[in-house]
């Protein structure tokens, strides 16, 4: 009897992580935001209950800061679709699952500011939301059907999205939206610049967004508070007062400049 109650207490638990209500405000889609479309029963995780929907990538998504996702299998247009929205704890979250999540961008489609779409993936960054529409095909019909999909979804959503220039002052965001990479920790690093990993062993309370280059990469470099400002210096023997607004090179090559207080830019030539 003692095993028959705890096995439904499991039941209910896992129940409730998979099938847990969304706010009113989550972007999820129906046949009223999408026409001649039919759904088959979405499910739904919450924080930690990632892991069983996706366990050999969950680890990433919670350290962005990860709160909720949807996916459904939707036919339309005569294909089958797969669509997942994951809600991040932020903008900046959101942005960061998306660019290490893209890969070899065939094109990027007006749907919103940030999109990436391959022959068999659509992904696009809209405020705090990453969506992935995956078909099995890979055929122009797919893509144009994976557009229209994503189009109803952003359409649900009324919150800004990340803006790249307040890590890029002077920098038009249109220029780097493609190649620049958002870290918070080491799963970020390895997934999206990999070599860079060592670069911020042992560095802490930081996000950094990176624009790789062939002549030079560059890093604009956020800090959650002094403390860890002044850790990842002493990692590079840098000297905390030679810091300011105005770039200065130190003896491992990098010039480094403050853009405000706990914020640093950094460009390494190759």
């Given at each position: ?57 969950a680890e990433l ?142 560095a802490t309370g ?16 956020k800090f959650k ?46």
């Open positions: 009897m003692r095993k028959l109650i705890i096995y439904s207490a499991l039941v209910l638990l896992l129940s409730d992580n998979c099938y847990s209500q969304l706010p009113e405000d989550f972007p999820s889609i129906n046949k009223n935001d999408l026409p001649g479309a039919k759904f088959q029963p979405a499910r739904t995780f919450n924080g930690a209950s990632l892991f069983g929907y996706i366990d050999g990538g998504y919670l350290e962005y800061g990860f709160s909720s996702v949807w996916i459904s299998e939707i036919g339309y247009m005569g294909g089958k679709y797969k669509a997942e929205i994951y809600k991040m704890n932020g903008q900046e979250e959101a942005f960061g699952i998306f660019s290490v999540s893209k890969y070899k961008c065939k094109s990027f489609p007006p749907v919103f500011t940030y999109t990436c779409q391959t022959r068999y993936q659509l992904q696009i960054c809209s405020g705090q939301y990453y969506i992935s529409i995956i078909n099995g095909t890979g055929n122009k019909s797919d893509s144009t059907a994976s557009i229209k999909i994503g189009e109803a979804i952003v359409h649900k959503i009324t919150q800004p999205s990340f803006d790249l220039t307040s890590y890029f002052p002077g920098l038009p965001a249109e220029s780097i939206k493609s190649s620049a990479i958002l870290a918070r920790g080491k799963l970020g690093l390895i997934n999206g610049v990999p070599d860079w990993e060592e670069y911020f062993k042992g930081y996000t950094v967004v990176i624009l790789p280059g062939q002549e030079k990469m560059v890093m604009s470099v508070g002094l403390e860890e400002t002044k850790r990842f210096v002493a990692l590079h023997n840098w000297e905390m007062e030679k810091i300011s607004s105005s770039p200065v090179k130190f003896s491992g090559g990098e010039l480094v400049s403050e853009l405000s207080e706990n914020h640093l830019l950094i460009e390494i030539q190759k």
